[in-house]
């Protein structure tokens, strides 16, 4: 990555049902220059998405093209269909200034970090078990096979929470969205952001 990158990439990784992407839109409303990388994938689009903001659709002959030119920071394959996260623009916007979150599992977690180090770990965790049941039941989505599986896949997703360099426990809401608003402003005032950022400054201050 360019050494006048300012902006920072993020990888939030969490069981289903920990609250993920609530945290992660509530965020974005109340924090700015910061965004959600926008996936490619090969899967057919649903009524109501749109091309380029819920996801940029392309054909699997263009995907795999992709990934033979190394344009993914991390991809994988989700039963028949392909997804993954273009290198290209997250570098263009965090050399803009602005921080990029990638919604992603522990597995594309560990090929981004693999690619670009500096990347910051978030896991958003549940307060027990029993409240990620509860939370996957409340939804009123999947029956019971199908949330004894996402409890099973949620231990395996919780036990790479090492990996992470910062850990959020989503119990009270309000309390998990102002310690991930922390970690993003705690972030933009290390040296080496600061140190870019206000480069003209710091050089005026020791004339």
Known sequence: MNNRQIGTLYTISAPSGAGKTSLVNALLESTNAIQVSVSHTTREKRPGEVDGVNYHFVDQETFLSMVG??????????????????????????????DVILEIDWQGAAQVRKQLPETRSVFILPPSRQTLRERLTGRGQDGESVIEARMAEAKSEISHYVEGDYIIINDDFDQALMELRSVIYAER??????????QALLESLLA
Do not use: C, I, M
């Open 69 to 98: 030119e190394s344009a993914f920071l991390e991809h994988a394959q989700v039963f028949t269909n392909y997804y993954g996260t273009s290198k290209q623009w997250v570098q263009d916007t965090l050399l803009s200034g602005n």
């Open 189 to 198: 005032q290390t040296l080496a952001k600061q140190q870019v950022r206000h």
